[in-house]
């Protein structure tokens, strides 16, 4: 005797449109992510993503203000009582808008940026597996800040002075 199971159309559409939905995404390995302002981010900072298969990724930013910045590329291994890998061989580029500013590497450190919200970076790796994106950025001082610094030396320097002279008069 032969026993068959019908699965009702509803439920077999709906299972086939599942699979067609994984087919795309697992096929779709390049992602585009906004990580915000890293100006008002803390910093130190640090950004996880999973890259699926080959990595063609762009994770984009803005400044809203000049500053120096450091950035690196690392895998980052997760255990989650099964261990999701670290993808190796990533490294990335920095763009502003379609000008490269560095790269490819793994760590670019002591970067002058200006302010502007077309920043990003371009990650590319041949494995699938975590990455992570960390910065410390740091705001650059204005001319005026260091205009006002010298006033404050000069300052200093005249009232140090003023009391020499006033100790060897005195």
């Known amino acids: 005797m032969k026993t068959s199971f019908q699965v009702p159309v509803r439920i077999r559409s709906t299972v086939v449109g599942a699979i067609a939905a994984l087919a795309v995404c697992s096929s779709a390995n390049a992602f585009t992510k906004s990580i915000g302002d890293l100006s008002v981010a803390p910093s130190p900072g640090s950004a996880i993503f999973l890259g699926l298969a ?11 203000s000049s500053s120096l910045a450091s950035f690196t590329i690392t895998p980052q291994s997760l255990d989650l009582g099964f261990v999701i890998p670290g993808a190796t061989g990533v490294s990335f580029s920095l763009y502003k808008g379609i000008d490269l500013l560095a790269g490819p590497g793994t760590s670019f450190a002591g970067l002058s940026l200006d302010a502007g919200t077309d920043y990003s970076f371009k990650v590319t790796g041949p494995t699938s597996g975590l ?25 200093v320097i005249s009232l140090m002075r003023r009391r020499r002279d006033t ?4």
Do not use: H, K, Q
């Not at 080959?54 to 809203?64: H, V, W």
């Not at 992570?132 to 205009?147: D, G, K, L």
């Not at 100790?167 to 005195?170: E, F, L, V, Y």
């Open 54 to 64: 080959s990595i063609d990724d762009t994770i984009l930013f803005s400044l809203s």
């Open 167 to 170: 100790d060897r008069n005195g």
């Open 131 to 155: 990455y992570s994106v960390n910065w410390y950025v740091s705001p650059v001082p204005e001319p005026e800040s260091y205009a006002l610094a010298l006033a404050g030396m000069g300052a």
